[in-house]
C-alpha cells in the first residue's frame, strides 16, 4: 500500500494495513502504527512515533526540527496517538533538550488545517484544533478543549479541560477548565455549557460549574479566596476539584 513515487527509508517501521500516498516521505527513525493512512505529498522525518488508524492528508509536515535556535540536532521526539485526524498543510515539530524532549499527541483528536504544534507542547485527548490555531512551545491542552479559528497560545501556557476558545483568540495566560474564552486580549465569558452537556455532564454538575464560574470571576474575592469559596462547592461536586487542582498549579497565573 506504498504509492511507488513515495520514499519510505529502509529503516522505518511501517505496521500492518499502512498507507502512504504519491511524493510522501518518510524518514528514517519514523515508526507508523497499523492501519494508518498517509496522504500524499506529505513528509515525515525525525524520532516520530504515530500510533494506528491515523489519517495524516497531503502536504503535512511531521516531526521536523523544532523552530528554536538553540537546537542543536538532539535526537528529540514526536509521539502521536490513535485515532488522531490531521488535516492539509499541519507542521507538528519535535519536542527540544530544553523541555521534556518530546511533543506528544494523545487519542481521537482533530486537527483541521494549517494547525502548528511547536516544541515540547503535550496535548490530550478528543481535543478540536480549527483551521490555523497556532500553539508556541511548550503549551499544555487538556482533554476535550475546542481551540476556535487562528487562535493563538503563547509559550509556556496551559489550556484546561473542556474549555473552547473564540475564533482570533489571543491566549497569554493559562485558561482554566469549562471555560468560554475569547478575544484580545481573551476574556471569560462563562462556562462551555454546550460543550459539557454534549459530554453527558448532570445538569447539576452544569449549574455547580456555573455557580464556580460566578465565585472566580463575579464575586468580586480575591483568587486566594475564590479558591477557599471553591474547595466547599467541591465537597458536593467533583467536577470543581479539576478547578481547583488547575488552579494550584497555574505557573502564568490565569485570564481573569
Known amino acids: 500500500m506504498i504509492h511507488p513515487t513515495a520514499i519510505v527509508h529502509p529503516g522505518a517501521r511501517l505496521g500492518e494495513g499502512v498507507s502512504v500516498g504519491a511524493y510522501s516521505i518518510i524518514g528514517e527513525h519514523v515508526e507508523i502504527g497499523d492501519n494508518t493512512w498517509v496522504g500524499p ?9 504515530i500510533g494506528r488508524d491515523n489519517r495524516i492528508f497531503q502536504f503535512s509536515s511531521l516531526g521536523e526540527v523544532p523552530q528554536d535556535k538553540k537546537y542543536a540536532g538532539e535526537p528529540t521526539r514526536l509521539e ?4 488522531n485526524t ?8 519535535l519536542g527540544t533538550s530544553q523541555d521534556v524532549g518530546v511533543t506528544r499527541i494523545g487519542n481521537d483528536n482533530w486537527v483541521m488545517a494549517y494547525v502548528h504544534v511547536a516544541h515540547d507542547c503535550q496535548i490530550g485527548n478528543q481535543t478540536i484544533f480549527a483551521n490555523n490555531a497556532t500553539l508556541a512551545g511548550h503549551v499544555t491542552v487538556d482533554d476535550y478543549a475546542i481551540l476556535g479559528g487562528f487562535t493563538g497560545v503563547h509559550q509556556f501556557c496551559h489550556i484546561g479541560a473542556h474549555c473552547i476558545t473564540g475564533i482570533s483568540s489571543v491566549i497569554t495566560m493559562d485558561v482554566p477548565p469549562y471555560m468560554t474564552v475569547g478575544g484580545n486580549p481573551t476574556a471569560p465569558h462563562g462556562i462551555n455549557s454546550e460543550g459539557l452537556k454534549r459530554r453527558g455532564f ?13 465565585t472566580l470571576y463575579k464575586s468580586g474575592l480575591s483568587l486566594a479566596d475564590a479558591k477557599l469559596a471553591l474547595q466547599e462547592q467541591s465537597l458536593a461536586f467533583p467536577e470543581i476539584a479539576l478547578l481547583l487542582e488547575f488552579l494550584d498549579k497555574s505557573t502564568r497565573g490565569i485570564i481573569r
Open 80 to 83: 502521536i496517538g490513535d485515532r
Open 202 to 214: 448532570s445538569s447539576d454538575a452544569i449549574l455547580a460549574l456555573r455557580r464556580a464560574y460566578k
Open 86 to 93: 490531521i488535516r492539509e498543510f499541519c507542521t507538528l515539530n
Open 41 to 49: 505529498h506529505a513528509v515525515i522525518s525525525g524520532h516520530t512515533r
